[in-house]
């Protein structure tokens, strides 16, 4: 009774912090939560004039159908070699870049570079693809101007196949790096000073003291963004690739997101993209699993 009573009054104290919370809360339960029973329509022939829950029962038809649609393991392994690409490049472009900003002593000149890199993370898929579409314009672009300058034929970087993957890697670098050194930094702001002392004595440069203090410091965090990097393997960028993709690159650029949009917004199968939506989270979640499974057990660090 008495712990009672003192929860209740630590509450009472903090709860302008705690009110805090509630639209957060709310957010969360009103467009995260109370959404998932549309999870049945992927066992249902949802029929629009009789509703999600009078709509009749299939079972696990749609999965069976997924599994024999060719065009589903097509856009599956385009998600896959695309997010191969970027775990490769994008995963450690923060860390770098995050080491050489933790090494920046000049105060102005670690904000100004911060301030540039974290820019792009606040303006929509929308304006940047229109902005690398003014840039790399086969006919007016200046990547292409000075390209043909040098004696060199342009290139149709939105429409030629062979380049897409390299524009939607490099552009997620650009929108994201910055902000994903944020959480990296803060790691490192928290690495004890008398370490780097200690490497100092013993004779250690700055990347051998990169190597045996920063990296181990931060090694915690960087496997526990690993594993969430793994478990987004099959989700795919969907606001870059629908607003960068074409015709003329599909055979690269069709993803499991675009899939789903396709076969639910213009083919109107609702059950089917829902149980293609749900296949995709169901892979995610068994990565994130398994992976961390792995990493627990050859190391003391993962998410639980």
């Not at 870059?240 to 993709?245: A, E, S, V």
Request: aromatic content about 18%.
């Amino acid at each position: 009774m008495h712990r009672r009573k003192g929860m209740l009054k630590e509450y009472y104290t903090h709860r302008y912090l705690l009110l805090m919370l509630v639209p957060g809360i709310l957010y969360y339960i009103v467009f995260k939560y109370l959404p998932m029973y549309g999870i049945i329509l992927a066992f249902k022939d949802f029929r629009i004039m009789e509703g999600v829950f009078a709509s009749p029962w299939i079972g696990f038809k749609h999965f069976s159908d997924i599994l024999d649609s060719p065009d589903f393991w097509f856009v599956f392994r385009n998600t896959l070699v695309l997010s191969f690409y970027k775990l490769i490049f994008s995963f450690p472009a923060p860390i770098i870049l995050a080491l050489l900003l933790n090494e920046v002593r000049a105060a102005f000149f670690k904000k100004f570079i911060q301030t540039i890199t974290y820019l792009p993370h606040f303006l929509s898929w929308i304006i940047l693809s229109g902005i690398l579409m003014n840039v790399l314009s086969p006919s007016t672009g200046i990547v292409n101007v000075i390209l043909t300058s040098l004696g060199f034929d342009p290139i149709f970087f939105f429409g030629d196949a062979d380049w897409f993957r390299t524009l939607l890697v490099s552009s997620s670098i650009w929108k994201e790096v910055g902000w994903g050194t944020i959480i990296y930094l803060a790691a490192l702001a928290a690495v004890d000073p008398q370490q780097y002392e200690a490497a100092v004595l013993d004779g250690a440069n700055k990347f051998q003291q990169t190597i045996h203090v920063t990296l181990p410091a931060i090694l915690p965090m960087i496997i526990i963004m690993f594993i969430f990097a793994i478990g987004g393997i099959v989700n795919d960028d969907f606001d870059q690739i629908f607003n960068m993709y074409n015709p003329a690159v599909y055979s690269v650029s069709d993803v499991l997101s675009t899939f789903v949009y396709r076969m639910g917004l213009e083919n109107m199968m609702y059950s089917f993209s829902t149980a293609a939506g749900l296949f995709k989270n169901i892979i995610a979640f068994a990565l994130v699993i398994g992976t961390n499974y792995i990493v627990r057990k050859y190391s003391e660090y993962g998410l639980w």
